[in-house]
């Protein structure tokens, strides 16, 4: 691979390697301590083990038992998800109604369409159907960002509910039987006035704004250079890949941290002995990418997997695109955000490996749906109440189709999920139980674990070959030795 593009991978290189060095084990083990403390998982520890750091017993599970539930340190919802569910955009949980959940995805579904038909006929005078390749390979690599196609039937038409109940189903006139039962918080505005980001209450609001969102929002409260280049960010990563979003949040939390740290460092009192500001400077600024610090990485060209249909002679520039995409996007980030002291995380090094972080920790933010519960809820009614009930119902869940069942999707980073080992004969498992409305990651006991066990969970679908299993596994970096793949391999 040729030169880093990026001038500041060079002007920096010093304290990259500072910022990308794994954290002693001491660090580390503070940090865990701690997190287990705040998110009180007093069940688990995270120890030193055979294949670096794992996630142990600290007391017996029975079979079904929560073993950890853990925040995410960062997330975000799909471009593409965020047409079928309205979440917080903090913790994730559904917010308004189901009324509103329903008239929205619709109402969206239809411009979406019409949108798409336009694009169609244009596409079809200027002749030019090919998508640019570059785009097509940065989607698609990480996870599934994976625009879903909506099926567009002859008889989409016939199957569409007016504009004007639409209407009515999102500005609250119209109301479903016994979504009284289903009731969501009611939709709380972003605080800096974007259109993007709504909340489940004024908690989540300040919590985003304050972490992340600030630095971010493309609301009438940011000035209008930063809020042009931001909307041009955002842009390409809903094209390319969405990763990208959350690598900026990640960015923007780091550079959010500093700037308290730095408030708090020199709210007290200064002292004249210090010689070289710019090593204090980056000394908080390690501080707050500690989080960070302690997730896995790569760079994302060199670990992400090479796709099915790009062959192994191509390898090479199929890297290299994947890393000007990158840098295509990190530039487009730094014209939003730039902050000259911390500049070394706008270099393309840093950007990559955030980026890998993700890929390599695959970690899926999932919320299940109260539009399926809704619907799931009226299909088991007693006969008459079910028939008067579905009068009212059946012409939405006709109208959405099988997607009345898509649920909040997206990618984050889980700091104790993330410590917890593959094994193929996993004894726990991530899974969302009834009460687990918002993103947060919940482990549930597969069977029965003894105090002083390592927790594992499977990163892949066990029940695979063991060759498959090790071919998926590869890409996340590792050859699986669990006692599984030990006994199938002698
Ligand atoms: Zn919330
Ligand atoms: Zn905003
Ligand atoms: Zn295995």
Known sequence: MDVSPCPLDTEFADQIALLLAPPSPESAQEYY??????????????????????????ADFKAGELVLKDQMLVASQHSSNKIDCLVCSYCFCYIGSVELQIGRKLYLQGLRLSAKKDCDIETMCDGSEEECPTERMGRGTSNNHDYV??????????K??????????????????????????????????????????????????????????????????????????????????????????????????????????????????????TDVFFSLLLEAWKPISMGFKKRWWDCVALPNDVDCSNEVSFRMQIRDLAYTSLQLLKDAIFDK?????????????????????????????????????????????????????????????DDYSVYCQGTAFFPLQSCINHSCHPNAKAFKRDEDKDGHATIIALRSIM????????????????????????????????????????
């Open 341 to 401: 002291e911390c500049a070394t995380l706008f270099s393309l090094d840093i950007y990559g490996h955030i980026i890998g972080m993700f890929e390599l920790n695959n970690l899926d933010l999932v919320v299940a749906s109260p539009v399926e519960d809704y619907f799931i809820y009226i299909d088991d009614l007693p006969s008459p109440l079910k028939i008067e009930a579905e009068k009212l119902t059946r012409p939405f869940l006709v109208a959405l189709g």
């Open 160 to 277: 569409a509910v007016s504009e004007e109940i639409l209407a009515s189903l999102m500005n609250g006139s119209l109301v479903l039987p016994y979504s009284e039962n289903f009731s969501l918080p009611p939709v709380v505005s972003c605080p800096g006035g974007c259109e993007e980001e709504h909340y489940c209450s004024i908690l989540c609001a300040e919590a985003d704004w304050e972490a992340f969102h600030s630095l971010l929002c493309t609301g009438g409260k940011s000035d209008s250079s930063r809020r042009e280049a931001l909307v041009k960010f955002i842009e390409h990563a809903n094209r390319t890949n969405d990763i990208f979003i959350l690598a900026a949040k990640v960015i923007s939390s780091t550079i959010l941290r500093y700037k308290k740290l730095k408030m708090a460092h020199f709210g007290k009192e200064v002292q004249s002995s210090v010689l070289n500001w």
């Open 33 to 58: 301590d701690d997190i287990i403390r705040i998110r009180q998982c007093y069940g688990i520890n995270i120890k030193q083990g055979k294949f670096g750091k794992g996630v142990y017993a600290n």
């Open 451 to 490: 105090e002083g066990e390592e927790i594992t969970i499977s990163y892949i679908d066990e029940d695979l070959p063991y060759e498959e299993r090790q071919s998926l596994l590869a890409d996340y970096g590792f050859k699986c030795e669990c006692p599984r793949c030990l006994e199938e391999n002698s």
């Open 149 to 158: 196609e909506p099926c567009a039937s002859t008889s989409m038409k016939d």
